[in-house]
């Protein structure tokens, strides 16, 4: 069973990256295309075919049958599937963003009837959450059936077997029912999501709880510190607590280079010079694929001081 939430840190260096253990965190590296595929995403429905079998709609979004559906009532799942979210299936007090079909799983194999799903637990430490959940490939745009509020993640497995999952993650506010908000530290709708604490970019222990941060957890840096950072669907804006202006889904897992506007990805600020950067030890980087008042990421890269913050 995979974990792919949670209390992590994640380490995050000068064009190099460190792997912390199978059971800690998801261990990234900024990437060079950092728009996430231009944000063009839809509502499909998402989920994985019984047998194998898959097909392609009139839109051309790829149909992939009942698993991980975007649902209101059990009434809207097929093949005996639940509607995780809907009234009576909820996680506490969190939910996925219009719902997710799926059914409850202690290992893998309890998810056998659906091709390559996964049994993932959505919230940390609580086995109680755990749910079959449909395989995407990385760098693939219109994975899990295109769905704005669903991400395809990488598996952190205990043992050697390695994949990826389409799970519910919400991106900003504005994906969940009225009266919930975007718990960024989890990515899922809450009544009661976290606030206050630390902003985006700014310094953060990684020893410390994800209190400390209201824009998820903190991102370890290569010298220990971290940096206040959160999960993000790379190719769904709003992002990041804000408008793609001011952040971005910039930063993916080490070895995603290659990840799409589906993949999972993590927060970083935009900028136009260092004085931008919440963090004093991070550095202004511009971007070649980035335009506007804001044309660079605030990077953990070695680069030289830019105190130049005039718009030219």
């Known amino acids: 069973m995979a974990r792919v939430r949670g209390s992590w840190s994640s380490s995050l260096a000068s064009g190099f990256v460190f792997l912390l253990g199978c059971s800690g965190p998801l261990p990234v590296k900024y990437v060079e295309t950092s728009t996430g595929g231009g944000g063009n995403v839809t509502s499909g429905t998402g989920g994985t075919s019984k047998g194998g079998s898959s097909s392609t709609s009139d839109s051309g979004i790829p149909d992939f049958g009942p698993l991980g559906a975007a649902c209101s009532s059990d009434n809207d799942c097929t093949e005996g599937l639940i509607c995780l979210g809907a009234s009576g299936h909820t996680l506490g007090d969190y939910g996925p963003p219009s719902g997710f079909c799926t059914e409850g799983c202690h290992k893998d194999a309890d998810c056998a009837s659906f091709d390559g799903a996964s049994c993932v637990q959505l919230l940390p430490d609580d086995a109680s959450t755990s749910y079959c959940a449909p395989p995407c490939t990385l760098g ?173």
């Open 140 to 312: 693939d745009d219109v994975a899990c059936g295109n769905r704005a509020d669903v991400a395809c993640w990488p598996l952190s497995l205990f043992g050697s077997t390695t994949g990826r999952a389409c799970v519910p993650t919400c991106n900003s506010d504005e994906q969940c029912p009225s009266g919930t908000t975007c718990d960024a530290a989890f990515n899922l709708c809450s009544k009661t999501a976290q606030g206050g604490g630390q902003a985006l970019g700014t310094s953060c222990d990684p020893q410390q709880s994800l209190d400390t941060c209201n824009s998820g957890f903190c991102l370890e840096l290569d010298d220990g510190s971290g940096v206040c950072s959160a999960y993000c669907r790379r190719g769904t804006f709003p992002q990041c607590g804000g408008d793609e202006q001011t952040s971005l889904c910039a930063w993916v897992p080490d070895g995603d280079q290659a990840a799409g506007a589906a993949d999972i990805g993590f927060c970083a600020l935009r900028c136009r010079c260092d004085a931008n950067c919440n963090d004093p030890r991070l550095r202004c980087e511009a971007r070649s694929d980035l335009t506007g008042a804001y044309p660079g990421i605030c990077s953990a890269s070695a680069g030289p001081a830019d105190t130049d913050c005039s718009l030219q």
